[in-house]
């Protein structure tokens, strides 16, 4: 369960302009009761719905439900969901933590050494983590998976409010806090680090939802307008690419072409509005749908968009929305290397990896996102490893960013041209 913060301040940005399309409309999942969905989890073909005292499970992309048992009578919401080491894990506000491995009939309660308030999981490096409301990060025992330890080393009382958790293969990513604060782990180190999303404190700014694709990070956070950040250095450094108006909690999914964003806001009644952003650093944020409804999770299956919240599931085709298919199992196969050097003076090049023939496009960008050059146009590479080069002799000193685009996959790169 999300809280519901209700601001009523209209105030809209100029950081981003927002095209409006007609609003698409949703079908409930008649399958299911029709009780309030407090949170959903996507993985290896299997819907997870948390409802108040028990999982729903759609397999097939939810083609098929069943449900598991009740986690435990009189629980209000199971609020947090994973699957790790073929175990079911369930988390519910105050209550704790309860692990099932056999799909749900049973549940044992495994809540000892952690603080019970857990937000969201996520497994890293082999491991699973909880990030709580209150007392940080926690780390699953890797031996009997039935206790937590607390993983806060460099963690200050700044960071201890954490909603969100992510990762890709070189940082582990946990944000929430009140000021804009963030964490950051490199996958080579015991220690966060812990920063700030603009540079400075900014009082009032929470982080409810964080996502990646590839090498790029996005977080979603309000202070009574919403945002969203992206980094394309490993959660080190941040640029604005949405501001929305009045926003409470937000939330993000990943799709291989875009961005998706669902906010919550309060005009006399309650809102959730989703948008779409290509990943195209020229791209408009995309407002598709708005309805009636509180509090809310989110979910891509293989061809449709999920949203939970009260009164039940409900879901619309993904094809509904242009050129947008969800993430697949071949993304790990395509591979973008770091620009060297960078900083560069002059020229600087990108190693591309990849298990088969692929068309690539290329654009180069500056730092307010306006379309410098094609750095390459539909070419075609071959599998193995290509070098692409990119040429900056005739640019001024600045940061840029290069967008590729392989196979309808995304990727950005900063970088930062220092002429010789």
């Keep these: 369960m999300k809280p519901i913060l209700l601001f009523i301040s209209c105030l809209l940005s100029a950081v981003c302009v927002f095209s409006q ?50 986690v435990l009578p009189n629980l209000y919401s199971i609020d947090a969901i994973t699957e790790f080491n073929n175990e079911l894990y369930a988390a519910s506000y105050s209550t ?35 990030a709580t409301l209150g007392e940080g990060i926690y780390k699953l025992d890797s031996a009997t998976h039935n206790t937590w330890t607390a993983f806060n080393n460099g963690v200050s009382l700044l960071s201890y409010n954490l909603y969100t958790i992510t990762g890709n293969s070189n940082t582990l990513l946990a944000a929430g806090g009140a000021n804009g604060n963030y964490l950051r782990l490199p996958a080579s180190s015991t220690q966060w680090e812990e920063d700030l999303l603009e540079g400075t404190l900014r009082p009032g700014l ?10 790029s990070f996005f977080v979603a956070s309000s202070d009574g307008r919403g945002y969203v950040f992206m980094s394309t250095d490993d959660a080190h450094n941040w640029q604005n690419i949405g501001t929305f108006p009045s926003s409470g909690f937000l939330s993000l999914l990943n799709s291989q072409q875009a961005i998706l964003l669902a906010r919550y806001y309060f005009n006399g009644i309650n809102n959730i509005e989703f948008y779409y952003r290509y990943k195209n650093l020229k791209s408009p944020w995309v407002s598709f749908s708005i309805v009636q409804n509180y509090d809310f999770a989110v979910a891509i299956t293989g061809d449709r968009l999920w949203y939970g919240g009260g009164g039940g599931l409900y879901y619309m085709p993904l094809s509904n929305l242009p050129g947008i298919t969800p993430v697949n199992n071949t993304d790990s196969l395509f591979l973008a290397g770091p620009v060297y050097p960078n900083p560069a003076a002059g020229q600087c090049h990108i190693d591309i990896t990849l298990p088969g023939p692929q068309q690539l ?13 094609i750095i390459a146009d539909h070419q075609t590479l071959h599998n193995g490893n290509t070098t692409l080069n990119i040429d900056l002799q005739q640019l001024a000193a600045g940061m840029y960013f290069l967008h590729l ?16």
Excluded at 64 to 70: K, M, P
Excluded at 206 to 215: E, F, H, K, P, Q
Aim: aromatic share 16%.
């Design 21 to 70: 399309s007609t609003s698409l409309q949703w079908t409930r999942e008649e399958k299911l009761p029709s009780s309030d969905i407090f949170t959903l989890f996507y993985y290896r073909d299997t819907l997870y719905a948390g409802g108040s005292d028990k999982i729903y499970i759609g397999r097939y992309g939810g083609q098929t439900w069943d449900s598991t048992a009740i």
């Design 96 to 130: 704790g933590v309860f692990k099932s491995n056999d799909v749900g009939k049973h549940w044992q309660n495994i809540t000892g050494g952690l603080f019970p308030y857990v937000s969201k999981f996520y497994e890293w490096k082999g491991n699973l983590y909880a």
């Design 206 to 215: 929470w982080t409810y939802d964080a996502t990646n694709s590839n090498d």
């Design 361 to 373: 496009n290329a654009d180069l960008y500056d730092a307010a996102g306006k379309h410098i050059s």
């Design 405 to 420: 685009m392989i196979n309808g996959q995304s990727f950005t790169k900063k970088i930062i041209h220092i002429p010789g």
